[in-house]
């Protein structure tokens, strides 16, 4: 059974790692759809150092970078050097700048877009863990009422059986 290729948006997704509480995209997936060398991108980033802070661009420990490779179950990683660098959102708008191509600005504009959807998503589930949160809550009063009748609706019961008159005519013999 053949794969059926992937939409760019799927692809980027796809990519898109959680590394340090932070949504980031590695240079060689990037460098690969730039199409341009690793090494390539790299050195377009350390030449441009001062463009990318912290919060844009950080390279991945030897822990990081072991515990991503058992993610993803790849050995393709095999040969690099350096370890690989991550790119936040910020760092991926800046690279565009960095790299100077069309093809660079057009994926720019694809990954940005990947990003504002995955936020949107990320959005709409914290929006929609807040209602199920209400509705448990409102559960738990509608329980707590319900629990309530209940109660009275038993203490009702007991009440009239055990304090019922006797029903019919009273004989002399009674």
Not at 20 to 44: F, H, I, N, P, W
Not at 109 to 129: D, G, P, S
Not at 147 to 158: E, N, P, S, T
Request: charged letters at 30%; proline letters at 3%.
């Amino acid at each position: 059974m053949a794969n059926k290729p992937q939409k760019p948006t799927e692809l980027i997704q796809s990519k898109v790692h959680l590394i340090r509480k932070e949504k980031v995209l590695l240079d060689r997936d990037l460098a690969e759809m730039y199409g341009v060398e690793t090494r390539v991108l790299k050195q377009a980033v350390r030449r441009n150092k001062d463009r990318f802070p912290g919060d844009f661009m950080f390279e991945l420990s030897d822990d990081e970078f072991q515990n991503l490779r058992s993610q993803t179950g790849t050995s393709s990683w095999g040969g690099t050097r350096y370890a690989p660098m991550a790119f936040t959102e910020h760092g991926v708008a800046m690279l565009s700048s960095v790299l100077n191509s069309k093809q660079a600005v057009e994926v720019n504009i694809q990954i940005m877009r990947v990003f504002v959807k995955m936020r949107k998503w990320a959005e709409n589930y914290a929006e929609l863990l807040t209602k199920i949160e209400d509705l448990e809550t409102h559960n738990d009063e509608q329980d707590e009422t319900i629990d309530h009748i209940y109660d009275m609706l038993k203490q009702l019961i007991i009440q009239e059986d055990s304090e019922k008159p006797p029903i019919g005519f009273k004989t002399k013999t009674d």
